[in-house]
Antibody, heavy 123, light 109 residues
């Protein structure tokens, strides 16, 4: 069974940092792009960041560019998102989601999602 | 940047009725780049439709996607109680990579 399991969410003060992780299983991890998508309380979905299947290319939403860093370890089937200079508006559930197309640079859609991890930015 | 608009905001129907959800793009988009997701209360999103009209694995055939250009539609042919959810359309693009619509909430009367 294809699974994604996020961890690392926490309560953090404005300006602080956090590292989220996503553990993957049930598929050939290094053949698929992976993305982070977030959802603020009571709001819709916002794509945050994506990384190509090889890890050679990374992409960010303008709202997080320069503050968040995505990376992957294909030997450990894990994805990470380092969040820094956190703001109240970064408060959200963060989902990791698998690209739907094998060996496609970023994929056109996301076919499997984790249950999410909650980040709260507040003093 | 192409913006997605979804209508209606909320749809309240009886079981067995047909639900038609609209997703409109501010400029023409290839249907290859359109996907639909279902998010039930308290759950993560789930892929329903990709490339405009292809059902994802395990999705019942009462769900169908169609459209071209700027207008795309998700149809639920016979609404069931477990279809209560928010439905999002999504577009693949260059910057940002993915854009989501604001969602349509489907309720059962």
């Amino acid at each position: 069974e294809v699974q994604l399991l996020e961890s690392g969410g926490d309560l953090v003060q404005p300006g602080g940092s956090l590292r989220l992780s996503c553990a993957a299983s049930g598929f050939t991890f290094n053949n698929f792009a992976i993305h982070w998508v977030r959802q603020a309380p009571g709001k819709g979905l916002e794509w945050v960041s994506g990384i190509s299947y090889s890890g050679s290319s990374t992409y960010y939403a303008d709202s997080v560019k320069g503050r968040f860093t995505i990376s992957r370890d294909n030997s450990r089937n894990t994805l990470s998102l380092h969040l820094s200079s956190l703001r109240a508006e970064d408060t959200a559930i963060y989902y990791c989601a698998k690209g739907g197309e094998e060996l496609q640079f970023l994929s056109l859609y996301m076919d499997v999602w984790g249950k999410g991890t909650t980040v709260t930015v507040s003093s | 940047e192409i913006v997605l608009t979804q209508s209606p905001g909320t749809l309240s129907l009886s079981p067995g009725e047909r639900a038609t959800l609209s997703c409109r793009a501010s400029a023409s988009v290839s249907s290859r780049y359109i996907a639909w997701y279902q998010q039930r209360p308290g759950q993560a999103p789930r892929l329903l439709i990709y490339a405009g009209a292809n059902r994802a694995t395990g999705i019942p055939d009462r769900f169908s996607g169609s459209g071209s250009g700027t207008d795309f539609t998700l149809t639920i042919s016979r609404l069931e109680p477990e279809d209560v959810a928010v439905y999002y359309c999504q577009k693949y693009g260059s910057s940002p990579i993915f854009t989501f619509g604001p969602g349509t909430k489907v309720d059962i009367k």
